[in-house]
């Protein structure tokens, strides 16, 4: 708050009885102490008197009727009790005080705003500590108005400091303060603190003074006189010109302060028409939003807005007008936020918490405007004010609530006895439900049944002493729950209440904010409930609502009539399941069967749940719904179907019914996936035998993600492939075998050779699963059968996985090679011959691998420019490998390599290679042949060498073409390469003379270029 040293102006004007007549003969005032004139206070006397009759009228005359009143209705107030109704005016409670000088009470400020303040840096605690420690001192009272001085100790960086500071009351409520310490805040300083709580602790330290008009009336003119010149005296400086112009406006007679009955005093306490509230600083609360807002969510802005909110919920929890002043001083602040009308602008909608915040804004005002106590004239005023903001352009509007008019609660509520929620008086199309509204009926409702029924009005069983350390209550001074008059209890009351809310079929609204609302306050009223320890009472209201909600009609979202927009139960029913289980696991699993429905997914309406048909219907004709939070309520029946997986461990016909329920109602393969995993790690616990039963819904789980995903991408499909043939192997022979009768429903056939099969016959499987030689066998002619029919069906990539996994069967290893022959001509391509040829003879079938060579040959392609193509190590191994087969086979493919190959650098690496050795030379079984090396005159050389020299012809014409400087060392290095294999041939010689000879007549332009190759090859 902002505390200013000067004193604040009188409230109102006060005069002495009979102005203008005979002044009375003046009594000195003399002071009394706070507590004398013999009342009795608690605590100051060893023994207890009973009160007077003075003391509690003045008390009750203090707390309701402003001293003004008091005088109008009384000619004469008798001085005694003047002092007592001052005495009684000043605040008696330490938790308003507490309320106005720190963020909240208690010991709520940590989990308010989510960090751990310290307690002792707050002004009410500090404030406590300067009083205990003795630093309050000149405390003086004088009518409704207290001063004294507070003396902070010095520290080792800080010299100590002397504060002035008073306070003005009025009807037991603190109505302005000043300080000389400057503090600027919203609440009180620690120095008011410690002034205030020293006349609540002290009273009777406290000398206390009638208000000092009622001290001058009893003052004769020569007394006035003195008192005044004495005033001036004493503060010459500071109020001499104040004195010098109010004299000179006294002896005139026209001027304005004589045309007013009376003078103020500010110790004369309230008038009639002031309002009566604790001083709460306006322009502080204002900036201090604007502060927050502008920082817009950094340094903690937002815990700091929220701290603000919880201060406005503990002033209308204590019932103190300031809570709807101060929420009016915010909202101002919101809808002044330029932020808003920059947002309108670029059609951007506000942050998640921003958003956050305004639904906060929205929870205070219906706390304001629903407040029974609150009168008809000022929710009147509220509303107005309401419907003021709600016209500004910039208003938000709340999702789903597009109208301009304020969301009307009643049409959402139905009045009388709960159970007539359940016989259909709900109207089916009503678009809001109570969970997730913008007024939160139903969180509020539970809330404040809760807290009555823990006689926690005061927040819980924890409550702030005021002497600085917080206590607990022991058990006996609240009982456990409170109980209606027919014997209810309210935490009864409170659960039944929050059970029904949740059960509400709702329609899932529009807007992203709106949807996630819905989410987020179920959950938040799930987390509540969960709090609630069960016993015997809640146990029977939970049975009852159950089946309430199961037999009830369009009003229940787990009865048999659905809407396809409805907001589905599955965080509900996952809370329902695990609290009934216990008690009656039958009527657990009904209701999480039934809530397994997520009909927005369905493309036709479903025939019904798994005991008898319900139905599925759309409230709103042709309409596509946009889920956004769509991936988060398919978790939550994950979730479900998960717990319910577990609990039902052992229970074969559980087990079954749980798996056709998921088969039918989840639609996400990666769900099912998480499910799938989820079985098979409750069925494979390290500390017990495997459940054969919970492995086998694990499997067909995981069967029916094969299916989903069959045809789709999925970048988990792989891993998905994987698992799938671990769930199996665990659940034995049968299965797998049973896996890859079935391959082609399941995987492709890629999936099938290179994954599955590869895996079933690896030695892993075999040892896992402790098969005998007669299984052995039936598994691999299983698998042989599989690999073979994914070879037909995809020949490129399933050809050699089949060849690999028949290696062991003649009959089945020649079919996959006859596979491998016929697709070779149009269906594969050449890298993957080559591969199957290398593994050919790998396998010692060189004359096989020989044959897919040249297959392989006739599909390829290499320009003169392709020196650095990945198959050029594939020509030169099947050269090699026709090279050492023999001269037949070498002739056979040089004519194929001439056709396919006119990179003359390959060209010319194979020509030497074949010059080297001679055919066959490690032929077959290492034999070696003693031929003599080919001729480069005669075929197939002859054939080869022609290409080369002609290769090289081309290419060289092709480079110069397109050639620049930076490359002419590069061209001589290759006409040097050339030269070689032109002067293999016999007239070589002459051929590259002529080459060299044309080059310099048709490309004499490159006179550099040309310079260079005569200076090499003359």
């Not at 036709?604 to 309409?623: K, Q």
């Not at 393969?669 to 500390?687: E, G, R, V, Y």
Request: hydrophobic fraction near 40%; aromatic fraction near 8%; proline fraction near 4%.
């Amino acid at each position: 708050m902002a505390e200013r040293v000067q004193q604040p102006p009188a409230k109102r004007l006060c005069c002495r009885p009979g102005y203008n007549t005979n002044c009375r003969q003046g009594q000195r005032a003399g002071g009394t102490l706070c507590g004398g004139s013999g009342a009795a206070q608690g605590g100051s006397s060893k023994t207890q008197t009973p009160e007077s009759l003075l003391d509690i009228s003045a008390r009750k005359v203090a707390e309701k009727w402003p001293f003004q009143r008091v005088e109008e209705r009384f000619e004469r107030i008798p001085e005694p009790v003047q002092r007592r109704i001052v005495y009684w005016s000043f605040p008696r409670s330490e938790r308003e005080i507490c309320m106005y000088s720190s963020f909240s009470t208690g010991g709520e400020e940590s989990g308010t705003s989510g960090e751990n303040i310290d307690e002792t840096r707050l002004p009410f605690r500090r404030g406590i500590a300067l009083l205990e420690s003795g630093c309050v001192d000149n405390v003086l009272q004088v009518g409704f108005h207290l001063s004294g001085t507070v003396t902070e100790p010095a520290t080792p960086s800080e010299s100590e400091l002397v504060c002035s500071v008073s306070v003005s009351f009025d009807r037991c409520k603190i109505t302005a303060v000043t300080c000389s310490c400057g503090n600027k805040d919203i609440f009180y300083c620690a120095h008011v603190v410690a002034l205030a709580l020293y006349r609540v602790r002290k009273p009777e330290q406290v000398k206390l003074h009638l208000p000092i008009s009622e001290t001058l009336f009893q003052m004769n003119r020569d007394q006035l006189q003195k008192f005044v010149q004495y005033l001036i005296t004493v503060h010459h400086t500071e109020v001499l010109p104040t004195a010098q112009k109010l004299a000179d406006e006294i002896l005139s007679t026209n001027s304005e302060i004589n045309q007013v009955h009376g003078a103020p005093d500010p110790t004369a306490g309230a008038s009639v028409d002031d309002e009566n509230c604790w001083h709460l600083d306006e322009e502080q609360v204002q900036e201090q939003v604007k502060l927050f807002l502008s920082q817009g969510g950094y340094h903690g802005s937002g815990k700091q807005l929220n701290l603000l909110f919880s201060k406005v919920r503990e002033m209308l929890k204590m019932r103190d007008s300031n809570g709807a002043r101060m929420l009016t001083l915010i909202t101002e602040q919101f809808m002044g936020d330029p932020r808003l009308a920059l947002w309108r602008q670029q059609g951007t909608t506000m942050t998640d918490k921003y958003r956050q915040l305004w639904d906060e804004l929205g929870t205070l005002w219906m706390c304001i405007v629903l407040n029974p106590h609150c009168k008809s004239e000022q929710k009147c005023v509220w509303l107005r004010q309401l419907r003021r903001w709600n016209s500004i352009d910039v208003c938000p509007w709340e999702d789903g609530n597009h109208g301009n008019e304020l969301p009307n609660l009643t049409h959402a509520l139905p009045h009388g006895n709960p159970e007539l929620l359940h016989k259909g008086m709900t109207s089916v199309t009503n678009m809001e439900g109570w969970v997730g509204h913008p007024l939160d009926p139903i969180g509020t409702l539970f809330s404040t049944l809760l807290d009555t029924g823990r006689g926690d009005e005061e927040g819980g069983n924890a409550f702030l002493d005021f002497s600085g350390t917080p206590k607990r209550l022991e058990p006996h001074l609240f009982p456990a729950q409170h109980f209606l008059d027919d014997g209810q209890s309210f935490v009864a009351l409170a659960v039944e209440t929050a059970l029904i809310g949740l059960g509400q079929q709702r329609v899932m609204p529009d807007g992203l904010y709106a949807q996630e609302k819905v989410c987020r306050n179920e959950e938040q009223l799930l987390a509540k409930l969960q709090e609630v320890e069960l016993n015997d009472a809640l146990v029977k209201i939970f049975r009852k609502q159950a089946v309430f909600l199961l037999e009830a009609g369009p009003y229940s979202g787990l009865g048999e009539l659905l809407y396809r927009e409805s907001v589905p139960m599955h965080t509900f029913a996952k809370y329902l399941f695990t609290s009934l289980l216990p008690h009656d696991a039958e009527l657990a699993y009904k209701i999480a069967l039934r809530a397994m429905r997520l009909p927005v997914l369905e493309t036709t309406a479903p025939s019904g749940d798994l005991s008898r048909p319900h139905h599925i219907v759309s409230m709103v004709p042709n309409r596509y719904p946009r889920w956004f939070t769509l991936s988060h309520i398919e978790s939550q029946q994950c979730e479900l179907a998960s717990t319910m997986l577990t609990a039902a461990k052992g229970d074969g016909r559980k087990l079954e019914t749980v798996l056709e329920s998921i088969q039918k109602n989840i639609h996400s393969s990666s769900h099912i996936f998480k499910l799938a995993q989820d079985a098979f790690k409750i069925a494979t616990l390290m500390d017990s035998l495997p459940d054969l039963t919970l492995l086998k819904v694990s499997l067909e789980l995981g069967l029916q993600v094969m299916r989903m995903t069959l045809s789709t991408l999925n970048w988990r499909r792989r891993e998905m492939v994987r698992w799938l043939v671990t769930c199996a192997t665990e659940v034995g022979v049968y299965a797998l075998d049973s896996i890859m009768q079935s391959w082609f429903t399941l995987f492709t056939p890629t999936e099938a050779t290179s994954i599955v099969a590869t895996t079933v016959m690896s030695n892993t499987t075999i040892v896992r699963l402790h098969l005998d030689c007669h299984q052995q066998e039936n598994l691999a002619s299983s698998a042989r059968t599989l690999a073979l029919q994914c070879a037909m069906k995809d020949p490129q990539n399933c050809s050699l996985s089949a060849l690999t996994l028949c290696e062991k069967d003649h009959i089945a290893f020649e079919t996959a090679y006859q596979i491998v022959l016929d697709a070779a001509v149009t269906g594969m391509s050449y890298t993957q011959l080559f591969t199957i040829a290398r593994y050919m003879e790998h396998r010692g079938y060189p004359m096989r691998a020989y044959k897919l060579a040249t297959l392989a040959m006739a599909h390829l392609n290499l320009s003169y420019n392709q020196d650095t193509h990945p198959a050029i190590n594939d020509v030169l191994w099947a050269c090699a490998l026709s090279h050492s087969l023999g001269k037949n086979e070498l002739s056979a493919v040089i004519p194929l390599v001439v056709k396919s190959v006119k990179c003359a650098t390959v060209l010319s690496d194979i020509l030497r290679r074949c010059t080297l050795t001679t055919p066959g030379m490690v032929a077959l079984h290492s034999r070696r042949n003693s031929g003599k090396l080919m001729s480069l005159d005669k075929a197939p050389l002859r054939q080869l060498l022609d290409a080369t020299i002609g290769a090289y012809i081309n290419t060289t014409h092709s480079r110069l073409t397109h050639i620049s400087p930076r490359h002419y060392s590069e061209f001589i290095e290759f006409l040097s390469k050339a030269r070689e294999t032109f002067l293999m041939a016999q007239d070589g010689h002459i051929q590259f003379t002529q080459f060299i000879d044309n080059l310099k007549q048709i490309y004499k332009g490159k006179k550099k270029l040309m310079m260079l190759v005569r200076e090499r090859f003359g």
